[in-house]
């Protein structure tokens, strides 16, 4: 009988120790912020090499800084988190504005820590497979390249089967090379 109460004390009181945090956040919606914005921010730099993303930005897809960077590469926490140089930034800007991107010079941005389902490898804004999107399976980790002049790409594949880079959203103003980096 003694074991039980024993036993049964034990599982409340861990029970209460397991939930204080998640309590303490509740009571202070600061704590409960400071720590979502913490998981952004690691989730976030899980895009790219430490070297890249120990000195980024961190911002999340409203454009609130969740972190000061130095180095400008700027990390998101998107459901495939992505981590990017000016020149993919202002891209990324152009694509979720619906615009058509400047790219002024080469960028690059990673995405090593991908989730997703996949996406179609013709059409940037497709939300589901149809007969002729190419639509594609879960991505692996990645580079990506954009260039000023998007028919130097014209020589690449268009298709990930072949193993190596390959040229997304081709004949769109978002074209830009895939550069699988393995699992």
């Known amino acids: 009988m003694v ?3 024993t036993t049964a004390v034990t599982a ?14 509740q009571d202070n919606p600061c704590a409960a912020a ?7 921010v690691a989730h976030a730099v899980s895009a790219a ?16 800084v969740l972190r000061e960077g130095t180095n400008g590469w700027t990390c998101m926490p998107a459901e495939d988190p992505m ?3 000016e ?4 891209f990324i800007h152009a694509y979720m504005n619906q615009t058509e991107p400047s790219v002024t ?3 690059f941005g990673y995405m090593i820590n991908c989730c997703s389902e996949g996406g179609s490898n013709t059409d940037p804004y497709a939300e589901e497979e149809t007969a002729d999107n190419e639509w594609l399976s879960a991505g692996g980790p990645h ?8 028919a130097t790409l014209a020589s690449l594949p268009t298709h990930p089967d072949t193993g190596g880079p390959w040229v997304m959203w081709r004949d769109t103003p978002y074209a830009h090379v895939m550069i699988p980096l393995g699992n």
């Open 105 to 107: 010079t080469t960028g």
């Open 12 to 25: 409340v009181l861990a029970g209460l120790l397991i939930a204080a945090p998640a309590l303490q956040a």
């Open 83 to 85: 981590c990017l140089d």
């Open 49 to 64: 090499p430490e070297f890249i993303s120990a000195n980024a930005a961190v911002v999340d897809m409203e454009g609130n």
């Open 3 to 5: 074991t039980r109460i």
């Open 34 to 40: 400071d720590q979502m914005a913490t998981d952004q």
């Open 87 to 90: 020149a993919w930034v202002e």
């Open 143 to 150: 580079l990506m390249l954009i260039v000023p002049d998007v």
